[in-house]
């Protein structure tokens, strides 16, 4: 079993949709989980960040995390033809290195 | 802006060739590091750096190098390209920590043909 596992979608809902994105992990041991954004031909770049079980927003972000289930989210409210992208959740390894997912590709069509 | 500069943006290279991307950030973070994404793959860690003067291996370091001879400059070099390391590298940098968060530069895409 991988260490992090994602849905690589494409995941495609129309504007103003929920959108929600997960992630589960087997690693006990994280205690930060991150969900960066990328556009295409561009670097990832931070979008939310959250350290142990709860949840946080931020605008129409909100991430949650469920240490006991090993399970991560990311719920985009009212979502905009901007949001479309890749999603990658990570998570940080022993050595302070980050473990990514492979990524989600959301569409959100006009 | 304060960033992550890389270059060059793309390369097309002959396999056998040596090369080197190159990587500087002006935040004065501690920590950098290199991946390589993948369609399918994802985000893979090549080599990293905790400090000026320090590297360390990541998940896939076959067939590049790495020096972080001060704090700003973080070069990955394929001594001798393959075909399998066509990708996109992107570099990335942290104030250290674990609660820091990685900045990524824009990335590098290399084809070796």
């Known amino acids: 079993q991988k260490e992090v596992e994602q849905d690589p979608g494409p995941l495609s809902v129309p504007e103003g949709a929920i959108v929600s994105l997960n992630c589960t992990y087997s690693n006990s041991a994280f205690q930060y989980f991150m969900w960066y954004r990328q556009y295409s031909r561009k670097g990832p770049e931070l979008l939310m960040y959250?350290?142990?079980?709860g949840n946080k927003e931020d605008g129409r972000f909100t991430a949650q995390v469920d240490k006991s289930s090993k399970y991560i989210s990311l719920f985009i409210r009212d979502s905009q033809p901007s949001d479309s992208a890749t999603y990658l959740c990570?998570?940080?390894?022993?050595?302070?290195?980050?473990?990514f997912g492979k990524g989600t590709k959301l569409s959100v069509k006009p | 802006i304060a960033g992550i500069t890389q270059a060059p943006t793309s390369q097309i290279l002959a396999a056998g060739r040596r090369m080197t991307l190159r990587c500087t950030q002006d935040m004065r973070h501690n920590a950098m590091y290199w991946y390589r994404q993948d369609l399918g793959l994802g985000l893979r860690l090549i080599h990293y750096s905790n400090t000026a003067g320090t590297t360390g291996k990541g998940e896939v370091p076959d067939g590049y190098s790495v020096s972080r001879a001060n704090t700003d400059d973080f070069p990955l070099t394929l001594a001798s390209a393959v075909p399998s390391q066509t990708s996109v590298y992107f570099c990335?940098?942290?104030?250290?920590?674990?609660?820091?968060?990685?900045?990524f530069g824009n990335g590098t895409r290399l084809t070796v043909t």
């Open positions: 990335a940098s942290r104030q250290g920590g674990g609660n820091s968060p990685l900045h």
């Open positions: 959250t350290y142990s079980s």
């Open positions: 990570a998570m940080q390894g022993s050595q302070g290195n980050l473990i």
